[in-house]
């Protein structure tokens, strides 16, 4: 490495500090310190925990971003302290970096949050592969290259929970699985040696718990350090309950297969009448919003309704191309 | 400048519950003179639910519309964050999959359709920002928005995947500091609000399956530009439009606050700057008044 190559930059550093045990509030402690452009944030907190103050507290372990034990948020945004270049931080957020848990409201002390929810989370979706295998086999059990595909990359996960404390739907509902324990779901449901998997696929198909209550942000596609694209592995769940007929009914899978008949009708989507479908006779609680959006004119009746230019394409595409029924 | 002209894909909104919309879009463009071919054959988009559904039909239809703006040669230009997402990952799976390319391809044969990847796909906002410029938009501005203290809501479809946001435009942003939508309020003179929830989820997607979650998530962006004073909200995304405009009386019961702000499209931000009228923005079609004009 070429010496000369290295810059330094002096940034200012708000730390979140807190101990379970003592403290009612948190504090925001400032360092200010020269980073040079090779450190990366677990440096950061190395300097400050083994030339400021002892006490400070976070997990590390393997510094090659494989244990996951260090994930932080930096401005908010998640990320493995072991892994985030400090300089490509400030390009994006300037010379004022804050650095907090993965979770504050989990905070034990300092960095270090209790990960009690995610695990418990994992436990719900059979976190393992599930097959009856004789204890004596004649053969390997054969799993070819394209079916190894399908796993690889949800495989790589380490959990570290990135996704997950990066998940509103986990900060809002405490039900929610997450979309860790999706990944690792998806993981196993895609395995053809895996025998749980229409059990599996009942518990991530549940309403307030399953996939059907992720508002598709796609902040664990941003937060994931291993790029694994948690929201991918999600949409799979989904199309899995329509292939495996694991759905019940519910007012969001009619609510998925709703487009589908709207535009082939329309081309566009019929707004009122994806409502009504999804909701059938429950679409009553949503008549007080429906009646303000009518009087400023935000309601196109049913025989109003515009439709595609060349429909007849879509519809012929529609009957060509449909690949799921319900 | 040659004259600026893009095949519009409306999508669904436009057309139904945000019809101010499509009014302010087609108002802002006339006085930019941008020309906008609207591509009345397009479809739905799928909104990331038919993608749940049925992955291949969503991305034939999908790449469908896209044919009809290649086949005019023109940059697409969506005005909802929800179409941006679904038709540039469509874009994006067709362009990187060539296995993939061919059996869509093989279907929209049958219409006489082929997709090539020839015609970007991006929108309004960046379409403004990269090719307009805001310089020429600060100097068209002739009611500057001072007196006002705007907060800017980006809406999630439009900054993140972030590998999306890399291929659909020349100015990528980074969504944990997204930056297009403060600018654009600065070029029309207004102060930008910085607040925490601009770059967060108004929770649109689950509203029927999980209105609790939706509803508090809308609350948040509410009550987070209020904290910081501001008068009105602004964003690119009819979805989030609809959302933070029509639902401040679910948001205000689920996070136990009253919260509720005017909110304008951008275009209506626009528009208001370069004195266009009232009935021209449509802004007689909100549900949270818009009283400020």
């Known amino acids: 490495?070429?010496?000369?190559?290295?810059?330094?930059?002096?940034?200012?550093?708000?730390?979140?500090?807190?101990?379970?045990?003592?403290?009612?509030?948190?504090?925001?402690?400032?360092?200010?310190?020269?980073?040079?452009?090779?450190?990366?944030?677990?440096?950061?907190?190395?300097?400050?925990?083994?030339?400021?103050?002892?006490?400070?507290?976070?997990?590390?372990?393997?510094?090659?971003?494989?244990?996951?034990?260090?994930?932080?948020?930096?401005?908010?945004?998640?990320?493995?302290?072991?892994?985030?270049?400090?300089?490509?931080?400030?390009?994006?957020?300037?010379?004022?970096?804050?650095?907090?848990?993965?979770?504050?409201?989990?905070?034990?002390?300092?960095?270090?949050?209790?990960?009690?929810?995610?695990?418990?989370?994992?436990?719900?979706?059979?976190?393992?592969?599930?097959?009856?295998?004789?204890?004596?086999?004649?053969?390997?059990?054969?799993?070819?290259?394209?079916?190894?595909?399908?796993?690889m990359e949800a495989d790589l996960c380490i959990q570290c929970g990135a996704c997950h404390y990066a998940c509103p739907v986990v900060e809002i509902n405490e039900q929610f699985i997450g979309p860790a324990a999706f990944v690792k779901a998806y993981r196993f449901e895609a395995d053809i040696r895996d025998e749980s998997h229409i059990e599996r696929l009942e518990e991530c198909a549940l309403p307030d718990q399953g996939v059907w209550d992720c508002v598709k942000c796609f902040e664990c596609a941003e937060a994931c350090p291993k790029e694994i694209n948690p929201i991918e592995k999600i949409t799979a769940l989904h199309q899995m309950i329509f292939k495996d007929k694991v759905y019940k009914n519910g007012v969001a899978e009619r609510h998925a297969v709703g487009f589908a008949h709207s535009i082939k009708k329309h081309g566009l989507l019929d707004e009122g009448q994806l409502v009504l479908y999804s909701e059938g006779p429950s679409i009553v609680k949503h008549i007080p919003v429906a009646l303000q959006m009518f009087k400023k004119g935000k309601i196109v009746m049913p025989w109003n309704m515009p439709k595609s230019d060349n429909l007849d394409e879509i519809q012929k595409l529609i009957k060509s191309s449909s690949t799921t029924k319900y | 400048m040659s004259k600026l002209k893009y095949a519009l894909f409306t999508g669904c909104t436009a057309k139904e519950s945000t019809p101010e919309q499509m009014m302010s879009t087609m108002a802002v463009a006339k006085k930019l003179d941008i020309e906008l071919i609207e591509l009345t054959e397009a479809s739905c988009c799928g909104a990331s639910h038919l993608q749940d559904y049925d992955d291949f039909l969503s991305l034939v239809l999908n790449a469908r519309n896209i044919a009809y703006a290649e086949k005019h040669g023109l940059t697409m230009v969506t005005i909802c964050n929800t179409c941006q997402l679904?038709?540039?990952?469509?874009?994006?799976?067709?362009?990187?999959?060539?296995?993939?390319?061919?059996?869509?391809?093989?279907?929209?044969?049958?219409?006489?359709?082929?997709?090539?990847?020839?015609?970007?796909?991006?929108?309004?906002?960046?379409?403004?920002?990269?090719?307009?410029?805001?310089?020429?938009?600060?100097?068209?501005?002739?009611?500057?928005?001072?007196?006002?203290?705007?907060?800017?809501?980006?809406?999630?479809?439009?900054?993140?995947?972030s590998e999306l946001q890399n291929e659909s435009h020349k100015s990528p942003e980074n969504p944990y500091n997204p930056t297009s939508l403060d600018d654009l309020i600065i070029a029309c003179g207004g102060n930008n609000v910085d607040y925490d929830e601009k770059n967060k989820c108004c929770g649109f997607h689950a509203e029927l399956q999980a209105p609790k979650t939706a509803a508090t998530l809308t609350g948040n962006a509410l009550a987070g530009a209020m904290d910081q004073n501001a008068d009105w909200m602004v964003t690119p995304c009819p979805l989030c439009h609809l959302k933070l405009d029509t639902q401040y009386h679910h948001a205000s019961v689920a996070i136990g606050r009253e919260v509720k702000l005017p909110v304008l499209h951008m275009q209506q931000m626009i528009g208001l700057a370069l004195g266009c009228s009232v009935e021209e923005l449509g802004l007689n079609h909100h549900v949270s008044d818009v009283d400020f004009v």
């Not at chain 1, 550093?13 to 101990?19: A, M, Q, Y």
């Not at chain 1, 300092?110 to 004649?138: R, V």
């Open chain 1, 1 to 151: 490495m070429d010496n000369n190559s290295i810059t330094t930059k002096d940034v200012t550093f708000k730390v979140f500090r807190f101990n379970s045990e003592t403290d009612y509030l948190p504090t925001y402690k400032e360092y200010k310190m020269e980073v040079t452009s090779e450190e990366v944030v677990l440096d950061i907190l190395d300097r400050i925990k083994w030339d400021i103050d002892g006490s400070f507290s976070y997990r590390r372990s393997c510094r090659h971003g494989i244990c996951g034990a260090c994930a932080i948020k930096v401005n908010g945004k998640a990320t493995l302290a072991c892994k985030m270049n400090l300089h490509s931080l400030t390009e994006t957020f300037g010379d004022e970096l804050t650095i907090e848990p993965q979770s504050t409201k989990r905070a034990v002390k300092d960095m270090i949050i209790d990960k009690a929810d995610f695990w418990e989370k994992h436990a719900k979706i059979t976190p393992y592969l599930n097959s009856e295998i004789e204890e004596h086999p004649d053969m390997e059990c054969v799993v070819s290259i394209e079916e190894n595909d399908r796993i």
């Open chain 2, 86 to 161: 679904n038709t540039a990952m469509t874009k994006h799976r067709l362009d990187n999959n060539a296995e993939l390319k061919a059996r869509v391809n093989e279907k929209l044969g049958e219409i006489g359709l082929e997709y090539k990847g020839t015609s970007l796909v991006t929108h309004f906002l960046y379409a403004i920002i990269d090719d307009f410029g805001l310089d020429k938009i600060k100097e068209m501005v002739v009611k500057p928005l001072s007196q006002f203290n705007i907060a800017p809501f980006y809406g999630c479809h439009n900054i993140r995947p």
